[in-house]
């Protein structure tokens, strides 16, 4: 196959493509518009190689799309680029209107137009895979349910709406016009190349440098984790075996609470960092109640017997040894966030002007 991957020098973009690379005999276009959060120093293991090619783009220039569409020819589309940082969108939510739902609904004319042009059998194979959250579902706050694909939409952050917008574009999309398309719902991510302003790299980073680890009120919000290459994996087994109009959940089965995931990775440096920065007698000293976020979610937890029972997908990571992945290295690759958090990633990026 020849994968168009949407937002692919994201985090969980750029793991897939290495997934791809690295696993597969696929070849990849990676369409990014290198926002903050897109950074092509995640993909250096892969972008020597002759299946891979960066096209520096915004999904939402429709005329643009059109020509990387018709030029490239790609069998089927990823769709993971996006605005993605909850707190980002309550300090301003307009760029999460325009990537997440012009942006998808740009891709999507795109894509039915070229899907219209394609040879029958080409036409048959296509696929768009729309990957997206479970925040769209809202908050289980004060129940045991689980998120399942018939659980109703309400969601609560701004980001979560313009996710919420962007699934249902995708699915208007496949009922009005027959787009083939797929849709997934993942929980929250962790792992290698994780952008430094979220919860766990921000908890390890912060916690090296003897730094407060700020914890949203209680810290008694509980995510559903899922290891990052646990998830590429799935989107490639939904996008190459999934049945088109269907959703799928993907999860960890690894229900936790902030405070919990805080209190660990503490733990994990106590272990691998024993000597402490100065002043500094245990990294749990360091933890900080802040003020919550406004309209925070206190659950989400996702059943994804379905993804298990249709395509044979199971998370091969438990939270304990993914966590433990993860911080071993960000402690052996200070240079990437390092280079993140001084903005040295940015400017003239591997021969790419931005
Ligand atoms: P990310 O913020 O790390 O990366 C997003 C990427 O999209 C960046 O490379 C950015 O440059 C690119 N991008 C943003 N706007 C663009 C535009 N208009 N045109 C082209 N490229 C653009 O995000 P992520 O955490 O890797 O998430 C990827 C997708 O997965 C998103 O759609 C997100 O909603 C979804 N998701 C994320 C999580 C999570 O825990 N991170 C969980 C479930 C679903």
């Known amino acids: 196959m020849k994968i168009l991957v949407t937002g692919g020098a994201g985090f969980i973009g750029s793991a897939l493509v290495r997934y791809i690379i690295?696993?597969?005999n696929d070849s990849v276009v990676n369409v990014d518009k290198l926002t903050y959060a897109g950074n092509l120093e995640s993909l250096i293991d892969v972008s020597g190689s002759p299946r891979y090619e960066f096209v520096h783009q915004d999904i939402c220039n429709r005329q643009e799309l059109d020509k990387i569409l018709e030029e490239k020819r790609p069998d089927v589309i990823m769709h993971l680029a996006a605005e993605s940082h909850v707190d980002r969108s309550i300090d301003g939510p307009s760029e999460f209107m325009q990537s997440n739902v012009l942006g998808t609904y740009s891709l999507l004319e795109a894509a039915r137009n070229y899907w219209n042009g394609l040879g029958e059998k080409e036409r048959e194979e296509f696929r768009f895979l729309h990957v997206s959250t479970d925040e769209v579902y809202g908050d289980l706050e004060g129940t045991e349910d689980l998120f399942t694909e018939s659980t109703a939409y309400s969601p609560s952050s701004p980001y979560s709406a313009s996710k919420a917008a962007s699934d249902h574009l995708v699915r208007a999309w496949h009922r009005t016009y027959g787009l083939p398309a797929l849709i997934t719902n993942c929980s929250n991510n962790y792992g290698p190349y994780h952008?430094?302003?979220k919860l766990i790299p921000l908890m390890?980073?912060?916690a090296l440098e003897g730094k407060?680890?700020?914890v949203y009120g209680?810290?008694?919000?509980v995510r559903d984790w899922l290891f990052v290459e646990d998830h590429a994996r799935a989107l490639y087994k939904v996008v190459s075996q999934g049945g088109i109009g269907e959703t799928y959940n993907i999860g960890g089965h690894n229900e936790k609470t902030n405070i919990y995931v805080v209190k660990y990775i503490c733990e994990l440096l106590e272990e691998f960092v024993p000597e402490k920065p100065k002043g500094?007698?245990?990294y749990v000293e360091l933890i900080e109640h802040v003020?919550?976020?406004p309209g925070h979610d206190l659950r989400y937890a996702i059943d994804a017997t379905k993804i298990g029972n249709d395509l044979g997908w199971t998370p091969e990571e438990t939270f304990e040894s993914g966590i433990r992945t993860t911080v071993e290295w960000y402690l052996n690759n200070k240079e990437w966030w390092e280079r993140v958090r001084d903005g040295s990633y940015k400017g003239e990026r591997l021969g790419?002007?931005?």
Not at 218 to 221: F, H, I, R, V, W
Request: hydrophobic share 30%.
């Open 212 to 214: 407060p680890l700020p």
């Open 22 to 24: 690295n696993n597969t």
């Open 204 to 206: 390890i980073i912060n």
């Open 218 to 221: 209680d810290g008694l919000q």
């Open 352 to 354: 790419v002007s931005v």
């Open 195 to 197: 952008f430094p302003e």
């Open 280 to 282: 500094v007698s245990s």
């Open 291 to 293: 003020k919550d976020r």
